[in-house]
């Protein structure tokens, strides 16, 4: 097995044993915290399913570089026996994706909010970056059962190959409206919504970002949309998806997508220009 491949596989055990953790928590009892707002939520089972993730991913590969949405906490404590945890078997914990070298994305539960409510939309996702380049991306949605991958050679779901849309008549289109919307920037969001209403078919809204590119990927969305800051926990492996199944990821101009800036405009590729158009009358 090439070491692409064998990122991959790890990549959807990864996903599968961080989800099953968070399943089992799932409309239990939650101890649930904020972070940068009231609305920016962290549960034990986000902290419990990374533990589980970074556990899975340092058993074939001890001392590589992390990327995570939840702080790298020791789970065992002061009183912790002196074997290392699987937190300290990894590598450098890294605050953005490095340029060179192998790096692990890991978002425990996107959709955390949706989650902590008792809605069953929500994924463990992870991204295999090696020298900047996402190599292999799981996102496993274990309330629905659904796993979808991309690998050196295929994307999937369930095994079955992702393809994404074949419609190229903007007006037929579901466009996801995704990210975090600060209440200050309501003014925004509305000029975004009322543009993708006014050119498209119909929009949604899921709370979960990797899902709703999960979405584009297997052709139940045409395009998913945003021009607000963004983070690689909640995009790369969406993107990878996107990509690997036929689609267009661009930022929001239309130029070459990175996790660094604002925005991410995601399609079947067959329109993607009509898609950007929508977002720059937007922002205008």
């Known amino acids: 097995m090439s070491d692409a491949r064998q990122r991959a596989a790890l990549t959807e055990r990864a ?59 020791n789970p065992g404590g002061e009183d912790a026996p002196d074997a290392p945890t699987p937190i300290q078997r990894a590598g450098e914990v890294v605050d953005s994706v ?18 902590a409510r008792g809605i069953r939309l929500w994924t463990t996702s992870v991204a295999a970056v090696d ?11 274990p309330s629905l059962q659904d796993i979808y991958t991309a690998g050196p050679d295929s994307a999937t779901r369930n ?29 925004q969001f509305g000029a ?4 993708v209403a006014a050119r498209f078919g119909d929009s949604r809204r899921f709370g979960s970002f990797q899902a709703t590119l999960a979405m ?13 800051p963004i983070t690689a926990w909640d995009t790369l492996a969406g993107v990878k998806l996107v990509e690997a199944a ?15 800036t604002d925005g991410l405009v995601a399609s079947n590729g067959r329109t993607h220009d009509a898609v950007v158009d929508s977002i720059q009358a937007a922002i205008e």
Not at 31 to 37: F, L, R, S, V
Not at 98 to 115: H, Q, S
Request: charged share 25%; glycine share 10%; with cysteine.
């Open 246 to 260: 036929g689609g267009t990821v661009t930022d929001p101009d239309g130029s070459a997508w990175s996790a660094e």
């Open 216 to 228: 584009v990927a297997s052709g139940e969305l045409d395009a998913a949309v945003t021009t607000e």
């Open 98 to 115: 490095p340029e060179t070298g192998p790096c692990w994305v890991v978002d425990p539960i996107d959709g955390t909010a949706n989650f």
């Open 159 to 187: 095994g079955e190959t992702l393809v994404t849309s074949q419609r190229d008549d903007p007006e037929t289109f579901a466009v996801g409206l995704v990210a975090y919307w600060a209440g200050d920037r309501s003014e």
């Open 131 to 141: 020298d900047g380049e996402t190599v292999a991306a799981g996102t496993y949605l």
């Open 192 to 195: 975004l919504a009322r543009e």
């Open 15 to 73: 996903v599968r044993a961080g989800g099953a953790v968070a399943r089992d928590i799932f409309r239990g009892e939650l101890t649930i915290e904020t972070k940068a707002n009231k609305n920016d939520l962290v549960t034990d089972a986000d902290r419990e399913a990374q533990r589980q993730v970074v556990h899975t991913i340092v058993q074939e590969f001890p001392n590589e570089a992390f990327l995570t949405e939840e702080s790298f906490e």
